[in-house]
Antibody, heavy 118, light 107 residues
Framework: QVQLQESGPGLVKPSGTLSLTCGVS?????????WSWVRQSPGTGLEWIGE???????NYNPSLQSRVIISVDKSQNQFSLRLTSVTAADTAVYYC???????????WGQGRLVTVSS | DIQMTQSPSSLSASVGDSITITCRAS??????LHWYQQKPGQAPKLLIY???TLQRGVSSKFSGSGSGTDFTLTITSLQPEDFATYYC?????????FGQGTKVEIK
């Protein structure tokens, strides 16, 4: 059974850096899947942040590209998100998800609420 | 970016009803269209991928159709556990974009 679990601080100060890690179990991060981050602001819809392949190849949402870095750690079977210069607008539930070659998300983490506040 | 527009934004239905949700893309996405169900406090759950393929383990009461720019999700015989918000998503091109969601409520 594939499982993903987000971890990281739930509170980040404005202008700081949001850092989350997604641990993967039941599947190898080096498999033929992309590994993604999606966020959902309270009461609003879903926004794709970006994705990474085990080779390190990444794709980012242009709306966030200047502030986002997604990285992968094959030895720990996990991948990570860094979002810099955060503001209150970055307050959201952050999900990690697995994307097979057609890029839909078949497995999701439970989500991590990150609040940007001083 | 490809814009995804769902209609309606919300609907009320009774247990046992069948409903259809529509998703329209701002340009052709072939069949790179997927449907998710989300309940409060939970992550989205994949229902349908590639426009019409039922995800393993998902009830056959859910069905999808369409190609190009117009797609539908149909749910038959609504049960209490089906009342949720439904999202479409395109993965034809980056950035992957979602519709705004359709909230299905009990009448």
């Amino acid at each position: 059974q594939v499982q993903l679990q987000e971890s990281g601080p739930g509170l980040v100060k404005p202008s700081g850096t949001l850092s989350l890690t997604c641990g993967v179990s039941g599947a190898l991060i080096s498999s033929s899947n992309w590994w993604s981050w999606v966020r959902q602001s309270p009461g609003t819809g879903l926004e794709w942040i970006g994705e990474i392949y085990h080779s390190g190849l990444t794709n980012y949402n242009p709306s966030l590209q200047s502030r986002v870095i997604i990285s992968v750690d094959k030895s720990q079977n996990q991948f990570s998100l860094r979002l810099t210069s955060v503001t209150a607008a970055d307050t959201a539930v952050y999900y990690c998800a697995r994307a097979p070659p057609l890029y839909y998300f078949d497995y999701w983490g439970q989500g991590r609420l990150v609040t940007v506040s001083s | 970016d490809i814009q995804m527009t769902q209609s309606p934004s919300s609907l009320s239905a009774s247990v046992g009803d069948s409903i259809t949700i529509t998703c329209r893309a701002s340009q052709s996405i072939r069949t790179h269209l997927h449907w998710y169900q989300q309940k409060p406090g939970q992550a989205p759950k994949l229902l349908i991928y590639a426009a019409s393929t039922l995800q393993r383990g998902v009830s056959s009461k859910f069905s999808g159709s369409g190609s190009g720019t117009d797609f539908t999700l149909t749910i038959t015989s609504l049960q209490p556990e089906d009342f949720a918000t439904y999202y479409c998503q395109q993965t034809s091109s980056s950035p992957r974009t979602f519709g705004q969601g359709t909230k299905v409520e009990i009448k």
